[in-house]
């Protein structure tokens, strides 16, 4: 330990290390401190200092550890606090730098992985540093931290003890080398975090080189690192995962456990897909009184209380659509979650031509019946408003049946899209029928977008003139 004043440099401090670790030369070395919130901060310059010293007085700090890292391998001791190895063989009574401790530990010590860019894993090696270090997530983020810092300084290690409140961890070559490397946290009682009680992260195994495979990684420490990209795009593959993993921590991990920690990272982002259908009671009743004039209805099966349907339409989207044009959009998409279902949606145009939101439905699958059952419930919205709307669909039976069953003479018109897909596929995708194929489609795009019925008129004319091919089974 030594003092450092308001007064002092960054050439007091080097010159400060380079007398007390003998064979420290400068410009030689790195220095990295930790503050809470940041684990991993440089220490180069008098700026870096000085931001050092406020980070210290805003949080009523008296001492910080510093981090040296000998870049000219003469004293570098990988994964260790206390890097200089002469350093340690004097703190284990020992006179010389030849120990048998050290000599066993050189492994270790070139357990470096050659990259030729820097590495996101490259800080993990400070993750853990210090007795009365603190994780204020627990243990959860104490075990975690652990696997990182193991896997940056190339060890494995085992449980010997782990509960909620205590975490004890060993090398792995405990038994067989009686390897003295252990590390011990528990719980703060007064504050809950995870509090580093005693810490010997000194090998005195032969080690092991560090390897891109380890048994380190596992599923939980992927959901950690890729839970914000999952956020983002919940779609990402697992092969992609793989790769990224390869490009910014140069470590290999297996499908599995790619996909698992895929798994996991969705578990933490959306929650409990079994347990959230427990809360559609709750979220009914909050629907209701927070949002005035909404209409939520949850549908379950007799007797179990299985989930059915669900439907929801939000009060201000209600009093808002009266003064949309009466129009609106009716489809259904696949639901890709644990349970998959399909989503039935109503939307209007507002006076953006944007999407303007009413209704919402969650079923199994689109049946008569499913349809049926979310236009009754979209007709106790539209009737009471006193305006004939205009439908518009993808001309699905079930939806054409309970159309007419709900609305009964309401106009209802095709989506032009759907329509153009179906004669596509009423045609080969070869030879000569293809050239009629685009014939009969550009015609039909001149029946849809005419502006007039005499246009209208004669594109359908030109329809009409298309030959027919009995030996194709196409009629036009």
């Keep these: 330990m030594f003092s450092v004043s308001s007064q002092s440099s960054m050439v007091d401090i080097l010159k400060t290390l380079c007398l007390r670790f003998r064979g420290l030369q400068l410009g030689c070395f790195t220095l990295r401190y930790s503050v809470p919130n940041y684990p991993s901060c440089f220490l180069e310059t008098d700026s870096d200092l000085d931001l050092m010293r406020t980070f210290l007085l805003i949080s009523n700090e008296k001492t910080v550890d510093i981090l040296v890292k000998d870049l000219c391998g003469i004293s570098e001791y990988r994964g260790d606090f206390c890097v200089n190895k002469e350093l340690i063989a004097c703190e284990k009574g020992e006179s010389s730098c030849s120990s048998t401790v050290e000599d066993r530990n050189e ?170 259908f427990n809360e559609l009671v709750w979220y009914a009743d909050a629907v209701k009184e927070t949002n005035t004039g909404s209409l939520c209805t949850l549908n379950c099966e007799a007797g179990i209380n299985r989930f059915r349907r669900f439907f929801v339409s939000f009060g201000g989207c209600i009093a808002g659509f009266q003064y949309c044009i009466p129009l609106l959009f009716i489809d259904a998409t696949f639901l890709k979650s644990k349970y998959k279902g399909q989503l039935l949606c109503a939307s209007g145009k507002n006076g953006n031509q944007g999407f303007y939101p009413l209704a919402f439905g969650v079923v199994d699958s689109e049946t008569e019946e499913n349809w049926t059952w979310f236009l009754q419930h979209l007709a106790f919205i539209l009737l009471p408003m006193g305006r004939v709307v205009t439908f518009f669909s993808d001309r699905n039976q079930g939806l054409l049946n309970a159309m007419g069953f709900v609305f009964p003479g309401w106009p209802h018109s095709y989506c032009y899209y759907h329509l153009k897909q179906n004669l596509i596929s009423k045609y080969p995708k070869s030879g000569y029928a293809k050239l009629l194929q685009d014939r009969v489609i550009n015609l039909f795009s001149r029946c849809a977008y005419a502006v007039t019925e005499e246009g209208f008129k004669v594109a359908m004319e030109g329809v009409g003139d298309c030959w027919e091919f009995e030996s194709e089974g196409i009629y036009i």
Excluded at 146 to 155: H, I, Q, S
Excluded at 160 to 176: E, F, H, Q, Y
Excluded at 204 to 228: F, H, N, P, Q, Y
């Design 107 to 276: 492994f270790l010590g070139r357990s470096k992985r050659a990259s030729a860019k820097p590495l996101l894993s490259n800080e993990w090696e400070t993750y853990i540093h210090h007795v009365g270090q603190k994780f204020e997530g627990g243990a959860e983020e104490f075990q975690l931290k652990l696997c990182k810092y193991a896997l940056e300084v190339g060890f494995n290690f085992l449980y010997a003890g782990n509960d909620k409140k205590r975490v004890v961890a060993v090398c792995s070559n405990k038994k067989l080398e009686g390897c003295s490397l252990r590390v011990y946290a528990s719980r703060c009682e007064a504050t809950g975090s995870f509090v580093i009680r005693t810490l010997n992260n000194v090998h005195t195994c032969a080690g092991r080189i560090w390897e891109s495979k380890s048994k380190m990684m596992r599923s939980r420490v992927v959901s950690s690192l890729i839970v914000d990209r999952i956020r983002a795009k919940p779609e990402l593959k697992p092969v992609e995962i793989i790769h990224k993993f390869k490009d910014y921590y140069g470590i290999d991990i297996s499908y599995y456990h790619a996909w698992f920690g895929k798994e996991l990272a969705k578990l933490d982002v959306h929650g409990d897909e079994s347990k959230s």
